[in-house]
Nanobody, 115 residues
């Protein structure tokens, strides 16, 4: 059974930083595409960034230049470093894993950007 557990969310002031982590279970992590998505109140879930098994990254325009996705295959963990946070980054952030077995989602971690 695949499990994804996000952590690192919280309350941060505008301009601040947070690092989210997603720990994944299972032996297929190395071949999985890992992604971070977010869903703000009243909005649809959207892609923030993803990273392929080979380390190729892809970012939403809103994340470019501010967020960095990375992965540590030895720890089965994917990270999202978020800098220069804005109020519009407030959302629940979800980790997603995609491989030949399907798509799997974590339960999310709340990020609130507010003064």
């Amino acid at each position: 059974q695949v499990q994804l557990v996000e952590s690192g969310g919280g309350l941060v002031q505008p301009g601040g930083s947070l690092r989210l982590s997603c720990a994944a279970s299972g032996i297929r992590f190395r071949i999985s595409v890992m992604g971070w998505y977010r869903q703000a109140p009243g909005k649809q879930r959207e892609l923030v960034a993803d990273i392929s098994s080979g380390g190729t990254t892809n970012y939403a325009d809103s994340a470019k230049g501010r967020f960095t996705i990375s992965r540590d295959n030895a720890k089965n963990t994917v990270y999202l470093q978020m800098n220069s946070l804005k109020s519009e980054d407030t959302a629940v952030y979800y980790c997603k894993r995609s491989d030949y077995g399907g798509n799997y989602w974590g339960k999310g971690t709340l990020v609130t950007v507010s003064s």
